[in-house]
């Protein structure tokens, strides 16, 4: 599957990301995300540096979410295979200001999962998420990631494993 196999639902807007869109999301990325990347790396990381170097890592199999003319969440997958990188950064307002964003991160996430998955092909994504970004653990812990502590990373840091559902599926069938 290609980025270009946006569900129809979607296609207003999520689209292939792109390297205009860079500026834009990270004039107004949300702040526990800079902090997040700040304390993945070590050192304070420029919201373009990490955008542009997702960006190329995820050849070509990230997006941008779009609503109100405004790019709002930039996500991808990087690697290839059964377990792949997958990443996301919002902007601070993103779930004020758009009703799909807030959708696409409650009610729809499942079906948002499943496309996401179905672009990359993996069987479980993989990465690290700070214990302080409040949000994001609700979200990961409501698709059924499962956590572990990363000290070897940072303090305060935790690994998740997120299963593809439709694997999951597929494999209790075959018991």
Known sequence: ????????????HIRPMRLDDIPLLAARL????????????GFRVSPLAALRYSLQASEGR?????????PLVAGGVCGRGPLQTAWI??????????????????????????????LSGALAFINYVAEFN????????????RFQPAPEVRPGILRFT???PE????????V
């Not at 949300?30 to 790396?41: G, I, K, P, S, Y």
């Not at 991160?105 to 496309?115: E, I, P």
């Open 30 to 41: 949300a702040l526990v995300e800079q902090r997040e990347m700040d304390v993945l790396h």
């Open 167 to 174: 694997y999951i599926q597929k494999e209790e069938q075959l």
């Open 134 to 145: 409040a949000l994001s653990l609700r979200w990961l812990q409501r698709l059924g990631a």
């Open 89 to 118: 950064l919002r902007t601070e307002d993103a779930l004020q200001e758009s009703r799909f964003c807030r959708w696409l991160f409650t009610g729809g996430s499942r079906d948002f999962m499943a496309w996401w998955f179905r």
């Open 1 to 12: 599957m290609t980025m270009h196999e946006i569900p129809k639902h979607y296609d207003d």
């Open 162 to 164: 997120l299963p593809n």
């Open 62 to 70: 990230a997006f941008t979410l779009w609503d109100n003319g405004n």
